[in-house]
């Protein structure tokens, strides 16, 4: 009878562990980062004209590999991982179900509005004309902005808490910008500008593509953008470093840790859970 007892008591401990563990594991993962994680279910068929231009980026990226077999294996990789990122941004509502044939519609006609603007004398911002390699990058670039500024609007617990681990076992990996310089031009108008922290953490949210800029951005890198109907362009001229404790910076580090470890990680989950399939 002792024996019976002690074994369903055993049994109970045990399953209330497994139970425990769950409920820790999922406190310590964001909430929206959970949720999209558990994306499941979406198959594209990947074809051998878009498998070839993905190819062209990985051989880019690995000049010195000739192995066919890896190769492959990572164009492999590379496309899953951008149609996670696609797949993610379709699910938020931040952009359309992605194709390559509608990227390549999507440039076109991108391509002939800025020719119109140019035969009407107006200005563009960026290149004048598109090659689908430059608008697939400008697409993946706004993407992934709008994915991390999207998970920054959804903070909990959870990722202030891995933030907060992050900026102090990262050293001098982590460096928070506490001031920058930089010049706006619009309208023909040249200012400069110096904004702070506080004013870096305001951009965040209310002008993320050029607070991602100053947050990431190389002195002398340019910007360009439309502001107010308004060609503008940004260069920063000087940037500034400081040094202090996580709760003083906490939006700037709540962000580089998005950006540097928690979307790459997230996509690469979203992938594994949804391969496309390959002509």
């Known amino acids: 009878m002792f024996c019976v007892s002690f ?14 563990k769950k409920v820790i594991h999922k406190e310590e993962t964001p909430m929206v980062v959970s949720q999209i994680k558990d994306y499941k ?13 993905y190819q062209s980026f990985v051989e880019k990226e690995n000049p010195k590999k000739k192995d066919r077999q890896y190769l492959d294996k990572k164009t492999r990789e590379y496309a899953n991982y951008v149609n996670a990122e696609f797949y993610v941004g379709s699910k938020l509502g931040l952009c359309d179900p992605y194709s390559f044939e ?13 020719k119109v603007k140019i035969a009407n004398g107006e200005k563009v911002y960026g290149l004048e004309e598109f090659t689908l390699q430059t608008f697939f990058q400008y697409q993946r670039d706004e993407l992934e902005l709008g994915i991390c500024n999207y998970l920054q609007q959804n903070v909990d617990k959870a990722m202030i808490k891995a933030a907060k681990k992050y900026y102090e076992e990262g050293g001098n990996k982590v460096k928070i910008r506490s001031e920058v310089v930089y010049e706006v031009t619009q309208n023909s108008v040249t200012k400069t500008i110096t904004a702070d922290r506080e004013q870096l953490n305001f951009l965040g949210k209310s002008d993320m593509g050029l607070a991602d800029f100053l947050e990431t951005g190389n002195i002398n890198d340019l910007y360009h953008d439309e502001k107010d109907n308004q060609e503008r362009e940004v260069i920063i001229k000087d940037v500034k470093y400081e040094v202090s404790g996580f709760e003083e910076n906490q939006d700037a580090v709540i962000y580089s840790y998005i950006r540097t470890e928690l979307y790459p990680e997230m996509i690469q989950t979203v992938a594994e859970n949804n391969s496309a399939e390959f002509e």
Request: charge should be negative; avoid cysteine.
């Open 102 to 114: 509608h990227l390549k519609l999507q440039m076109e006609q991108e391509n002939d509005s800025r």
């Open 7 to 20: 074994f369903v008591l055993f049994a109970i401990l045990l399953f209330a562990g497994f139970l425990m």
């Open 41 to 53: 279910g979406y198959t594209r068929i990947v074809s051998r004209e878009e498998y070839q231009f």
